[in-house]
């Protein structure tokens, strides 16, 4: 089992950068596969960035060059590193760890909210 506990979330101007963390505790994350995703409001949530072990990372179209997604296996942290924000980023942003690799996901964190100003 896997808790996952989000923070970095926070409130910034268009073209701002954040940096979300999201910690987890209990097993390791190194071979799960992460993801980060959001859900802003009145929308569905959508996937934004996934990472699988040594694999080229998976990012959604709307968020390519400006967000990366990274691990470090020692801490058990997934990071989310977000550059030039822009007001369609605001969301509440949440990590979520799939130990199976099938799309389950089935342990997510609470959140962190994102509100990116113009």
């Known amino acids: 089992q896997v808790s996952l506990m989000e923070s970095g979330g926070g409130s910034v101007q268009t073209g701002g950068s954040l940096r979300l963390s999201c910690v987890a505790s209990g097993d390791s994350i190194s071979t799960f596969f992460m993801g980060w995703f959001r859900q802003a409001p009145g929308k569905e949530r959508e996937g934004v960035a996934y990472?699988?072990?040594?694999?080229?990372?998976w990012y959604h179209d709307s968020v390519k060059g400006r967000f990366t997604i990274s691990q470090d296996n020692d801490k058990n942290i997934l990071y989310l590193q977000m550059n030039d924000l822009k007001p369609e980023d605001t969301a509440v942003y949440y990590c979520a760890a799939d130990p199976s690799a099938t799309f389950d996901w089935p342990h997510w964190g609470q959140g962190t909210r994102v509100t990116v100003s113009s």
């Open positions: 990472i699988y072990q040594r694999k080229m990372p």
